[in-house]
């Protein structure tokens, strides 16, 4: 073999290399898109972006999300990387609570406004942004949900209240989606029964809930009426259903509810969402993940993978559900965790400048709400975490904060410009993700690299962002330590309350655990809930149904990985 044959097969070899070394596409909640700045407050000058209330629906094989006061919508072609649509005719102060509906080549979409008045707009070219409404006012509807049958009979379901039901309707298509008359009472809620639906964060509140963010599905031959409670602005904001044969009802409770519950963690919340199936016939929830720091509407959107049990039941995975995961897009493993773990939590954090009561700090202690706020919004300035010891880094994900933004509607050109370093000794730095010229909005980034790399310290190093001033409320790390993974969590116990919506669940601490998943549900074999803590060795539950049993069971997790299950524990 000659000299050039063998440079070469070299070059192949590399080139081969790293291609095995590049990592699939992933994903990480909450997600990042360019969310619109709100102009609903403006006239008490309160600047937040918000996304919340997400329509997601599948057109020609393509995605659609349609999400309140947005003054447009998003369109994908694998649910994972999104473009936003400003389109031709549309309402100017967006539109709340949206819904949309595929129906015989043509998308459906409704919405509510403030007045509860609105017509149906209809689009066989919605990535181009052309509408055409029918002509016809629907009237007295706030979160609406359009869903047409497979017999061609659509129907309208709606309802935001802590007083009034979920109602529905039918709607002759051939009319101008004329309502029916008569008006079908359906499902409201019953708090006295259902623990997750009362009101406040951690369901602690003794107002009355909400019930709101109706959307409809199908399976089989069951249809499965969602519903939001018990606040947006909550941390427990969740989905549960009702089923039925029919599509007016009666409706039966769903046992495992609440379906789709992400309370822990750093992006919590994961009410008044859709259902929609993705490619490889995988089905995904998107859901309102609560923010409220400028004001209580400030929101993002979650995304989680679902799927029907073999008894029919909805079973959503929100599980370490602001980790990354693998993308819609990676056949069999869409959905799954990539055991990727977080490696920045509490570690030893420094900034260029900092200003008072806004301490670097804020940037790893996982909570949403909280920021470090820099002195200046120039080049000059510069976030490092110290990782305490030499991980695998597989991904950052930098969540900007909006302080004093004075933003409103969609403002162009936005884009956010950085580079993050990576080094091993906190002198020799070398560029691991390169943002300098970007021309994205990305208010949540999420940057995967393109292979790991062995590290202990990371830094973001600021070029421009769009806001007036440099605020980060999550500088997080994902990857694996070197280190052990946790044990088995032992001493588990389960103490249901004379309240039996209420239960205490405690365990023993393991020794070297960042937190604890708990885990519950209506079987042994059904622990489709979950709830991640961090630093707490217990957990007060609020949010069982009375007369249902329960099994419980708890991990451990660190840096290095997931710990084992312990037992499951009955709680009759």
């Not at 008569?182 to 019930?211: A, C, K, M, V």
């Not at 409220?292 to 993002?300: A, D, P, S, T, Y």
């Not at 597989?394 to 936005?414: C, T």
């Not at 000794?425 to 990305?442: F, H, K």
Request: hydrophobic share 35%; net charge negative; aromatic share 14%.
């Amino acid at each position: 073999m000659n000299r050039t044959m063998i440079l070469s097969l070299g070059f192949f070899l590399f080139v081969l290399a790293g291609l095995k070394a590049q990592q699939p596409d992933t994903y990480c909640n909450p997600l990042d898109l360019d969310y619109t700045y709100m102009i609903y407050n403006s006239h008490q000058d309160r600047s937040y972006r918000s996304g919340a209330d997400p329509a997601v629906v599948e057109f020609r094989g393509e995605y659609y999300m349609f999400v309140t006061r947005s003054m447009g919508y998003w369109h994908s072609t694998d649910l994972t990387h999104w473009r936003f649509i400003e389109p031709v005719n549309w309402y100017f102060e967006g539109s709340n609570a949206p819904a949309a509906f595929n129906y015989k080549d043509s998308l459906l979409y409704v919405a509510g406004h403030p007045s509860g008045s609105m017509s149906v707009l209809y689009s066989d070219d919605p990535a181009g942004g052309r509408w055409k409404a029918v002509p016809g006012i629907l009237y007295d509807l706030q979160d609406p949900c359009l869903f047409i049958d497979d017999d061609g009979q659509a129907y309208m379901y709606w309802g935001s209240s802590n007083l009034y039901p979920i109602r529905g309707r039918k709607l002759d298509r051939n009319k101008r989606f004329r309502p029916d008359p008569q008006i079908t009472e359906l499902i409201n809620l019953d708090e006295s029964r259902h623990g997750w639906e009362r009101f406040g964060e951690n369901h602690t509140d003794t107002l009355e809930g909400y019930i709101e963010g109706s959307w409809m599905s199908k399976h089989g031959d069951t249809y499965y009426l969602h519903y939001g409670a018990p606040g947006t602005e909550f941390n427990v904001y969740a989905d549960g259903v009702y089923t039925s044969t029919s599509p007016l009802g009666p409706f039966v409770y769903a046992p495992n509810n609440p379906v789709v519950y992400k309370p822990g963690g750093f992006a919590n919340g994961a009410g008044h969402g859709s259902l929609v199936e993705g490619p490889g016939e995988q089905s995904w929830y998107f859901g309102t993940a609560a923010l409220g720091l400028n004001v209580n509407w400030e929101r993002r959107i979650n995304m989680f993978p679902v799927r029907f049990d073999t008894n029919g039941l909805l079973a959503c995975n929100t599980a370490y559900g602001d980790y990354p995961h693998y993308a819609p897009s990676v056949p069999g493993r869409a959905g799954e965790h990539t055991g990727w773990m977080l490696l920045s939590y509490q570690k030893e954090v420094t900034s260029s400048t900092a200003v008072e009561g806004f301490g670097p700090e804020q940037a790893v202690d996982e909570r949403i709400k909280s920021y470090w706020l820099a002195g200046a919004n120039d080049g000059d300035q510069w976030l490092r975490v110290d990782l305490g010891l030499e991980s695998w880094v597989h991904a950052v994900q930098i969540n900007f904060q909006d302080h004093k933004s004075d933003y409103y509607g969609r403002i162009p050109g936005l884009h956010h410009r950085y580079v993050v370093e990576a080094s091993t000794d906190g002198t020799n730095w070398e560029v691991v993700a390169d943002r300098s010229d970007s021309d994205l909005d990305t208010p949540n980034a999420y940057l995967a690299l393109e292979k790991a790399v062995r590290t202990r310290y990371l830094r973001y190093r600021n070029i421009h962002v769009p806001t007036p001033h440099l605020a980060i409320s999550g500088f997080r790390v994902f990857g694996l330590g070197t280190g052990k993974t946790p044990g088995r969590v032992e001493g588990l116990s389960v103490d249901r309350s004379a309240d039996p919506r209420d239960v205490m669940i405690r365990w023993k601490p393991r020794k070297g655990a960042q937190g604890y998943t708990v885990r519950w549900g209506i079987a042994p074999d059904k622990l489709y809930n979950s709830w991640q803590v961090y630093g707490e060795d217990f957990l007060d539950l609020k949010a069982l149904t009375v007369g249902q049993s329960y099994w419980f069971a708890v991990e451990a997790f660190n840096e290095n990985g997931i710990g084992t299950l312990s037992e499951t524990v009955a709680c009759p």
